[in-house]
Every structure is written in structure tokens, then in C-alpha cells.
């Protein structure tokens, strides 16, 4: 076999990582694109298929795709507001009563535009003043998760046609409000992504409503540092099963994705957090 070229048992993680990347990101892309991306990736050198080897790949292994949506919630906080939850932030993250891993707990929301059944042409793209140009719609799938060093508390999967709002946040911290509760003398800490003043307030009032002993705080944008939710959830999504849906099984894809939630153990949740905060305090 010639260098460069892997037959379809031989796709390495790198590879299947980078294909699932591009496909979710590139809405319509063709097999001549994703082999144009390889080649300027260094890690990938010699590990690029045949063109026929991946044509067959996609369409069997690459027909669910989960395209990241920039309308998800909360909405980014401005410059100014998030310089002021990182100085408050840095005040919690190095007090006596805090600990990243077990008082802390991670929630996140991340929205995607979904595909079942995604095709994958040979032929090349079309020169750039030929391109068609597709608007971006709304996201179908909103996932939310909550997380701590000690494992997955919940997790909310919901087929939408608009963006997440703060009933849907109030309404899915319920449930985790019920499923975890502090212990005598101890604060539970509650970190969402730093947004703006308004729906910081508004968070902070739902979270402090259920007891002085439970705190709002809010993760600046700093990187390389993540919310450790999103790395979950994009986790899960490269995790999940691709193939086509059994229509057998009335299978759709909050049904295939949400199975992969089985598979989340408290060891990978402590991993998620240490790989996630990288905060320079």
C-alpha cells in the first residue's frame, strides 16, 4: 500500500477526530475538501485515505453531523463584563471554601444544527465566485449539562426550532437543584460561562433563591480555558454513534445522542475539569 493511503480499518482516532471536525463545521463540503484539509495538517501525514476509501468511510460512518451554532446561550458578555467576572472569579477560585472538583459545578449549553442524513460528492468544490452561499439557520438541537469532579449530575437534550432561553435554564436547574444538595457547613458553587451583566443577574438570582448556601460564579473567557460542560458535550457528540438511524426503532438523533451520555463516567468528568482550567490567577 502506498504511503498516504489507509484502508478503512486503518483510520486512526487523529483521523476520525479530524473528519468528525471538519464534516460538523463545513455544512456542505465534498470528499475533495476534506482530503485538500488533510494535507495541511502535520499530524495526519501519512495517514491520508484513498479518495474511494473515504467516500465509502463517510457514507457509512459520518451520516449524523452536529454543526455548532453561534445562537446559544448565554450570549457573550462584552469586554467590560467579562474583565469584572474574571476579578471576581479569581476572588472564588483561591478562596478556603472553594475546590474545582467537588463543590464546584459545571454548567454549560452548547446549540447545533443537525443533519441525518449527510451526502459527501467526490467532485472538487466550485471555484470561489461560482459558490453558493447558504445562510445559516436556526440550531434543532440543544444540549445542556451540569458536571462535577465527582461525575455527570444531569443532562438536557431538546429538539428546538429557536435559541435557549432563561425558562429553559431556570426549568433544567431545578433538576439539578434536586439532585445534588450541599452538605452541612458547605457552599455548592455553580459556574456558568461569563455572559452579560443582565443574564448574570438574573442567574445569580435563580441559584441564591434555593439557599445562602449555594453560589452563582462565572467563568471568564480566557484561553486557552473552557468551561468544562462544553468540553463534555463535544466530547459526547465525537463519541456518538454516526451510522444512519434505524427507522426500525423510531431512532432519531436526541435518542442516539443521549445514549452516549452512558458511557460518562466521574473519572472523565475529573479529567474534563483539569483539562479545561487553565486560569492564570
Request: glycine share 2%; net charge negative; proline share 6%.
Amino acid at each position: 500500500m502506498k504511503r498516504g493511503r489507509k484502508a478503512k480499518g486503518d483510520f486512526n482516532a487523529d483521523v476520525i477526530r479530524f473528519i468528525f471536525d471538519w464534516v460538523d463545521e463545513h455544512e456542505h463540503t465534498t470528499v475533495f475538501d476534506i482530503l485538500d484539509a488533510m494535507d495541511t495538517d502535520a499530524l495526519l501525514e501519512g495517514s491520508k485515505p484513498a479518495k474511494t476509501t473515504l467516500h465509502r468511510w463517510l457514507r457509512v460512518n459520518a451520516h449524523l453531523t452536529f454543526k455548532y451554532s453561534s445562537r446559544s446561550f448565554p450570549p457573550p458578555p462584552s469586554q467590560q463584563e467579562n474583565d469584572e467576572s474574571s476579578k471576581i472569579f479569581e476572588e472564588v477560585f483561591t478562596s478556603v471554601d472553594f475546590h474545582m472538583y467537588h463543590n464546584c459545578i459545571y454548567i454549560g449549553e452548547a446549540a447545533f444544527i443537525t443533519s441525518s442524513n449527510r451526502r459527501y460528492p467526490l467532485k472538487p468544490r466550485p471555484s470561489h465566485n461560482n459558490r453558493i452561499v447558504y445562510e445559516d439557520p436556526f440550531p434543532d438541537m440543544c444540549v445542556l449539562v451540569a458536571l462535577s469532579g465527582e461525575g455527570l449530575i444531569a443532562h438536557q437534550i431538546k429538539s428546538m426550532q429557536s435559541v435557549t432561553t432563561m425558562d429553559d435554564i431556570e426549568d433544567f436547574l431545578k433538576i439539578v437543584f434536586q439532585k445534588l444538595q450541599p452538605d452541612e457547613g458547605e457552599s455548592l458553587f455553580y459556574a456558568f460561562d461569563s455572559t452579560s451583566t443582565e443574564v448574570m443577574d438574573a442567574i445569580t438570582k435563580v441559584v441564591t433563591a434555593h439557599g445562602d448556601d449555594r453560589k452563582a460564579v462565572f467563568l471568564p473567557l480566557a484561553t486557552p480555558s473552557k468551561n468544562p460542560a462544553d468540553v463534555l458535550v463535544h466530547d459526547i457528540l465525537y463519541k456518538a454513534d454516526r451510522r444512519p438511524l434505524d427507522s426500525n426503532r423510531n431512532e432519531d438523533i436526541d435518542k442516539r445522542v443521549n445514549s452516549t451520555f452512558a458511557d460518562i463516567t466521574p473519572e472523565l468528568c475529573y479529567e474534563y475539569i483539569k483539562a479545561s482550567l487553565h486560569y492564570e490567577l
